[in-house]
Nanobody, 124 residues
Framework: VQLQASGGGLVQAGGFLRLSCAASGRTFSNYAVGWFRQAPGKEREFVAAIKWSGGGTFYADSVRGRFAISRDTAKNMVSLQMNSLKPQDTAVYFC??????????????????WGQGTLVTVSS
């Protein structure tokens, strides 16, 4: 599975961005797709994830209520709508995918497939 992340950019605090993760090579069926982020000097951290089958969603406490993850089955794409952005949301955002990932491991940054990352910069 090849993943292509897009949609990053520069936005002012309080603004919004929408990230997309497109897959090629196979469909996301039975995969979990997650978004992670990594700020300079920090470890990669979980942001949100969705289970393709059933559509169950998961969020980090720091983004719950501001971010929304969704899937488009026709386009084989996962999106991350980010609202009310804060300077501390600044990071490189990565999408990741793994087949049959169990709920208990949904937040672990050890997915099998990773996109190249897209930079999100939130200015104060």
């Amino acid at each position: 599975v090849q993943l292509q992340a897009s949609g990053g950019g520069l936005v002012q605090a309080g603004g919004f961005l929408r990230l997309s993760c497109a897959a090629s090579g196979r469909t996301f069926s039975n995969y979990a797709v997650g978004w992670f982020r990594q700020a300079p000097g920090k470890e990669r951290e979980f942001v949100a994830a969705i289970k393709w089958s059933g559509g169950g969603t998961f969020y980090a406490d720091s983004v719950r209520g501001r971010f929304a993850i969704s899937r488009d089955t026709a386009k084989n794409m996962v999106s991350l709508q980010m609202n009310s952005l804060k300077p501390q949301d600044t990071a490189v955002y990565f999408c990741a995918a793994d087949y049959g990932r169990i709920t208990g491991r949904i937040r672990k940054p050890d997915y099998v497939y990773w996109g190249q990352g897209t930079l999100v910069t939130v200015s104060s």
